[in-house]
C-alpha cells in the first residue's frame, strides 16, 4: 500500500485543528499508519528542507517550522501521495481549490498549515526521516 509523509504544521497546531485536519485524512480513505508530535530544532527543520536551501524563503521556512510543535504523520492508502496533495490543495492557501485543507485553515504561503511529500519517491525518504521502521504499523 502506499505510504506518504504528512506534516502538520505549527499554524494548525496553535489553532488546535490537529482533529478536524486527520479527519480530512481518514474521511478520504487514508489510514495514519504512525503519529508523532514534535517539537523541530533548526538542524531537523533545516535538513528536512534542505532542497529549498538556495531559495529565498529558506530561513523564514525553518524559523516558522521551528516556531511551535508540529504533527508528523505516514498515511497510507491507495493513490496516497497524490490523494493527500489534493487534499491539500495548492501551496498558496489564496490559489487553494474550495474545500482544501489550505483553503480552509491556513493562513499565508508560509504558514499553510501542512506539508505533504510530493513524489512517492520522495515519500520515501520522508517518512525515513522521521520515522523508524517499528514506529510505522
Ligand atoms: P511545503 O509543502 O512545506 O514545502 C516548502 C514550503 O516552503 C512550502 O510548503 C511553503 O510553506 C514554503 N514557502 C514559502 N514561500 C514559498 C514559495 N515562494 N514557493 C514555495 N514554497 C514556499
Not at 529565498?56 to 508540529?70: D, N, R
Not at 487553494?96 to 499565508?108: E, H, N
Request: no cysteine; proline share 3%; hydrophobic share 45%.
Amino acid at each position: 500500500m502506499e505510504q506518504t509523509l504528512s506534516i502538520i504544521k505549527p499554524d494548525a497546531v496553535k489553532k488546535g485543528v490537529i482533529g478536524k485536519i486527520v479527519d480530512r485524512f481518514e474521511s478520504n480513505g487514508l489510514r495514519v499508519a504512525a503519529m508523532k508530535k514534535m517539537q523541530l530544532d533548526a538542524k531537523k527543520a533545516g535538513d528536512f528542507y534542505a532542497v529549498h536551501a538556495e531559495r529565498p524563503f529558506y530561513g523564514e521556512l525553518v524559523e516558522f517550522m521551528t516556531s511551535g510543535p508540529v504533527v508528523v504523520m505516514v498515511l497510507e492508502g491507495e493513490g496516497a501521495m497524490a490523494k493527500n496533495r489534493d487534499l491539500m490543495g495548492a501551496t498558496n492557501p489564496k490559489e487553494a481549490a474550495k474545500g482544501t485543507i489550505r483553503a480552509d485553515f491556513a493562513d499565508s504561503i508560509d504558514a499553510n498549515a501542512v506539508h505533504g511529500s510530493d513524489s512517492v519517491e520522495n515519500a520515501a525518504n520522508e517518512i525515513k526521516f522521521f520515522f523508524s521502521k517499528e514506529e510505522i504499523v
